[in-house]
């Protein structure tokens, strides 16, 4: 059993600064790619930035330059600092991450639960 949780959403003002963590616990061998989506009352679930194991970075146009994905691999976290806050960037932040549970098996996609960001105008 893999399970992804996700912290540090809330409210913050336009301009203001969030970081997001999201750990991973459970029966894991390796993780591989790790990466972040948000969904936006209404919309669809878009993605928004992942990171490789070896720390290979991609992001959304919308919040290239605003946003920082990181991780630790030792403890299992990536980490999404959003700085530079708009209120277009309210939603849902989900976490998402290929895990390998063991030896020889193939990678499962596996998602958290949400963690709601709120940008104030």
């Known amino acids: 059993q893999v399970q992804l949780v996700e912290s540090g959403g809330g409210l913050v003002q336009a301009g203001g600064s969030l970081t997001l963590s999201c750990a991973a616990s459970?029966?894991?061998?390796?993780?591989?790619?790790m990466g972040w989506y948000r969904q936006a009352p209404g919309k669809q679930r878009e993605w928004v930035a992942d990171?490789?194991?070896?720390?290979?970075?991609n992001y959304a146009d919308s919040v290239k330059g605003r946003f920082t994905i990181s991780r630790d691999n030792a403890k299992n976290t990536v980490y999404l600092q959003m700085n530079s806050l708009k209120p277009e960037d309210t939603a849902v932040y989900y976490c998402?991450?290929?895990?390998?549970?063991?030896?020889?098996?193939?990678?499962?996609?596996?998602w958290g639960q949400g963690t709601q960001v709120t940008v104030s105008s």
């Open positions: 990171i490789t194991r070896g720390g290979n970075t």
């Open positions: 998402n991450a290929d895990i390998w549970t063991q030896v020889g098996s193939m990678p499962l996609n596996y």
């Open positions: 459970g029966r894991i061998f390796l993780i591989n790619t």
